[in-house]
């Protein structure tokens, strides 16, 4: 298996541009997370999905973030608008029937 | 879920036993500790879970005291690839749909030659 992907890898954007990441689980696992990290917050939880269903949204910072899972294997985050504070590396990671969460590469977001 | 303190950063030379120490005080007896490690620019890695038994995988040994408000992780043999940060992490470990993983700060581990 190739593990969780996230794309891209690398995003550069200027404020006020809408920005999506993607993430594709493991084949197989039933739930996903999507976390942030900063140097100054650390890392985040932001949302996470069991069986594509959002369960807990409470640190999804504010109305410019949104995630959706339409399907078991792709979820978006999205950011509309973006804002210089938002910069920062942006993990997926998915769970299956054990207790260990496995994390993608990341996305390194920076909004200038 | 309980309130993990690490130290911030520990040194260890290589090819020695690394050992991270984990103080969780308020921990509820349903509550699991975790070990992940987050390599420079990648991604959280799982390393062991325990409840009150020690535990050893491929990776580390895993020593959690009796009245479990404290744990070890041990890295036997430490490489340079080691070099990390260590979170330790509490929470309810089996169960309904309640996954959520809270990160702390961890302790740095730094493997020198």
């Known amino acids: 298996d190739a593990g969780v992907i996230q794309s891209p890898r690398h995003e550069v954007t200027e404020m006020g541009q809408e920005v999506t990441l993607r993430c594709k689980p493991i084949?197989?696992?039933?739930?996903l997370f999507w976390y942030r990290q900063t140097m100054m917050r650390g890392l985040e939880l932001l949302i996470y999905?069991?069986?594509?269903?959002?369960?807990?949204d409470s640190g999804m910072p504010e109305d410019r973030f949104s995630a959706k899972m339409p399907n078991a294997s792709f979820s978006t985050l999205k950011i509309q608008p973006s804002e210089p504070r938002d910069s920062a590396v942006y993990f997926c990671?998915?769970?299956?029937?054990?207790?260990?969460?496995?994390f993608g590469p990341g996305t390194r977001l920076t909004v200038l | 879920d309980a309130k993990t303190t690490q130290p911030p950063s520990m040194d260890c030379a290589e090819g020695r036993a690394a050992n991270l120490p984990c103080n969780h005080s308020?921990?509820?007896?349903?509550?699991?500790v975790y070990w992940y490690r987050q390599i420079h620019s990648q991604g959280p890695q799982y390393i062991i879970h325990?409840?009150?038994n020690n535990e050893t995988n491929e990776m580390a040994s895993l020593i959690i005291t009796e009245d479990r408000k404290s744990s070890t992780l041990i890295l036997p043999h430490a490489t340079l690839r080691d070099t990390a940060v260590y979170y330790c992490?509490?929470?309810?470990?089996?169960?309904?749909?309640?996954?959520?993983?809270?990160f702390g700060k961890g302790t740095l581990l730094t493997v020198n030659p």
């Open positions: 990671a998915s769970l299956g029937v054990g207790y260990e969460q496995f």
């Open positions: 084949s197989g696992h039933n739930s």
């Open positions: 999905f069991n069986n594509n269903v959002p369960i807990d």
């Open positions: 308020t921990i509820s007896g349903n509550e699991y």
């Open positions: 325990g409840l009150k």
């Open positions: 992490i509490v929470r309810v470990g089996s169960g309904g749909s309640n996954y959520k993983l809270t």
